[in-house]
């Protein structure tokens, strides 16, 4: 061996240490910066999200809400269960702590009713939001089966008072596209109050 190598001895209880993965290093560095992802099917994250956005209010209890550090919500999303969606669209709205919806790109069914939520809205020039009113499966008697379809007509009437709600939509527009996938770009989504500003710098979103 060279005179001038050093040997250093490992430890032994160190010798299986394994780093983080760079995945969850990019999570834990997200959740510092209050950057929350939404990508694909919605339904195997929203829970998960909702805990975030409480935990960070909770954190921000004794502070000023224009002094609050804003949480941001990144969605690129196909959709998932309405009911579910409803409980992060509830948890957004209720934040005294500013949530931020930006659409990456495709933010739809339920991911545009996330997207919908937020208390400043931003998406890309290229972006689509599509509202419809979904689709839900039907099981069991016939009298189960009636109460499901029911409580689904009760979902639908909610979805609709919440976009008219939260957008600058027309009811006769809503019911003229209600019954279709209704596909909206950017400029568009702008003059109908879905969206807010379209990103022109990404400063603007991080």
């Known amino acids: 061996m060279d005179e001038n190598t050093m040997v250093i001895d490992i430890p032994e209880e160190l010798e299986n240490l394994k780093l983080p993965s760079p995945a969850l290093i990019d ?3 997200d959740r510092k910066e209050r950057k929350i992802f939404i990508i694909g099917d919605i339904d195997d ?3 998960d999200i909702i805990r975030q956005i409480m935990n960070y209010n909770s954190e921000d209890k004794d502070i000023p809400i224009n002094e609050r550090k804003k949480i941001y919500v990144y969605v690129y999303s196909y959709g998932g269960d309405l009911t ?3 409980s992060l669209c509830n948890t957004i709205m209720c934040s005294k702590t500013p949530v931020v919806t ?3 790109g495709n933010a739809m069914s339920a991911g545009a009713l996330i997207f919908l939520s937020g208390h ?3 998406m890309h020039k290229f972006g689509t939001v599509m509202l419809h009113t979904g689709s839900g499966n039907v099981g069991g008697t016939f009298e189960q089966a009636e109460s499901s379809m029911d409580n689904y007509k009760k979902l639908i009437s909610i979805m609709k008072d919440y976009i008219l709600d939260r957008t600058k939509i027309d009811p006769k527009l809503y019911a003229k596209n209600s ?3 209704w596909y909206i770009m950017a400029d568009e989504c ?4 879905i969206a807010d500003k379209i990103i022109t710098d990404l400063d603007e979103i991080v």
Request: with cysteine.
């Open 27 to 29: 999570t834990y560095s």
């Open 45 to 47: 994250c929203l829970f």
């Open 84 to 86: 579910i969606a409803y």
């Open 102 to 104: 930006v659409n990456l």
């Open 120 to 122: 400043e809205r931003y």
């Open 179 to 181: 019954k279709k996938d």
């Open 190 to 193: 702008i003059q109908l109050g």
